[in-house]
């Protein structure tokens, strides 16, 4: 199997400054490709440990992909560190300069000197395009390992993974065909009651069940070669029979996102007044596009009943002319109640948060997928007021 390792560098990433999204993103993407990493590192802003590090893995990684350490400053050191490693000069790439001083011209500013440093690849070195910023990534072959360099920017490293270097992976190995993986996320449940239904299971050759609990949500996903794709789809049955009513989406697309192509399929508009949820709910849907009619974020100790959170709901319907509303009091006693006011009436519930351990982010969360849950219910033709492990229902008004 291709071993194919990823080597993050700077000094914030290193001492947890920033966190290392483009790690986590690199992981999933090359797992759906087919060639999961098998490997890892992060090193600092040192040429020394850089020079080391790339000439150690040299000699164990079929592929490594560097990320960071191209751009214009003293504390870059990538391009360096990789000439000096393969015992090369650096050299300034005419086409990549001429790309730089026309990105500065095309917005009316000066190129500083210390962007020349962005041309400068190892003389060994093939340049990767950039098409959305300064700095060129290039690749490499030292001892067996094939490296890529590329800058640290999320939006550039992203376009230069899928564009440069996959399609290159792709012509100079022989790869697997992608995975299957089967995915749904639950609400509700906790991960120690799913496992307890679910470990021990029968499960075709190579197909392993896992689990990520990401609080307030647990996913569960089925992931083997497409040759099983039959026998895992028979085992995924029974994954949909465990997880039941707890289900609130399945693949990757989000509930937030799976509720706004409901709502705008079916014609619907929704406002919403939060008080404990802190405009999570707005946020969550508005980033998806969802068609919102209006809301309002109420100061957090305004206490109030069941009955009062739906009569708000139900005058922010009327008010913003939405055939639906959502409102969440404030949390007064460990309780706190959601009202989701429809065409037909209003649903209403009170519950109590039993965990106390839970910190007050934590708390908002849940009680914002407690709402969002509660839509996504009232969409499916379902009971709008479910199970849930930490949230004990204490009223309900329907």
């Not at 003293?74 to 730089?100: K, P």
């Not at 083997?224 to 289900?247: L, S």
């Not at 009680?367 to 009223?395: H, P, S, Y």
Request: hydrophobic share 40%; charged share 20%.
């Amino acid at each position: 199997m291709l071993r194919v390792e990823m080597l993050s560098t700077g000094d914030e990433v290193l001492h947890g400054q920033i966190i290392d999204t483009n790690a986590a993103w690199l992981a999933d993407y090359l797992f759906q490709q087919g060639m999961p990493m098998s490997g890892r590192e992060t090193v600092g802003d040192s040429l020394s440990s850089l020079i080391e590090t790339l000439q150690e893995r040299s000699h164990i990684a079929d592929v490594l992909i560097v990320n960071g350490g191209l751009g214009p400053t003293s504390d870059d050191l990538s391009a360096l560190a990789a000439a000096t490693a393969c015992g090369v000069e650096l050299v300034e790439h005419a086409e990549w300069m001429a790309r730089i001083e026309a990105y500065f011209a095309g917005r009316g500013r000066p190129m500083a000197a210390s962007n020349r440093k962005q041309a400068q690849i190892p003389a060994n070195a093939e340049m990767l395009d950039n098409p959305v910023g300064t700095a060129c990534g290039f690749a490499l072959k030292l001892n067996k390992c094939t490296m890529f360099f590329t800058p640290g920017v999320p939006s550039e490293f992203k376009v230069m993974v899928e564009q440069q270097i996959v399609p290159r992976l792709r012509q100079r190995f022989p790869l697997p065909a992608p995975p299957l993986c089967l995915r749904l996320t639950t609400f509700g449940t906790s991960e120690s009651d799913l496992a307890a239904e679910l470990d021990g299971m029968p499960l075709p050759p190579e197909v392993v069940l896992g689990y990520r609990s990401s609080s307030p949500i647990i996913e569960l996903k089925l992931t083997g070669p497409e040759t099983q794709r039959a026998a895992m789809e028979q085992a995924w049955e029974r994954v949909h029979q465990v997880a039941g009513e707890n289900t609130i989406f399945e693949g990757t697309i989000g509930l937030p996102a799976t509720l706004a192509q409901r709502l705008t399929q079916q014609g619907l508009k929704l406002a919403l007044s939060e008080q404990f949820s802190a405009g999570l709910i707005n946020l969550q849907l508005q980033s998806e596009g969802a068609p919102l009619a209006g809301g309002e974020l109420l100061p957090s100790h305004c206490v109030e009943t069941l009955e009062t959170t739906l009569a708000r709901a139900r005058s922010l319907a009327e008010l913003a002319g939405a055939q639906l509303a959502l409102a969440v009091s404030a949390m007064s006693d460990d309780r706190v109640s959601v009202a989701l006011h429809t065409p037909k009436g209003g649903i209403g519930q009170t519950v109590r948060y039993r965990s106390a351990r839970h910190g007050l982010r934590l708390r908002q969360e849940s009680v914002a997928m407690l709402a969002l849950d509660m839509l996504r219910r009232w969409l499916n033709g379902e009971q709008v007021c479910g199970k849930n492990g930490w949230l004990e229902i204490v009223e309900i008004i329907e």
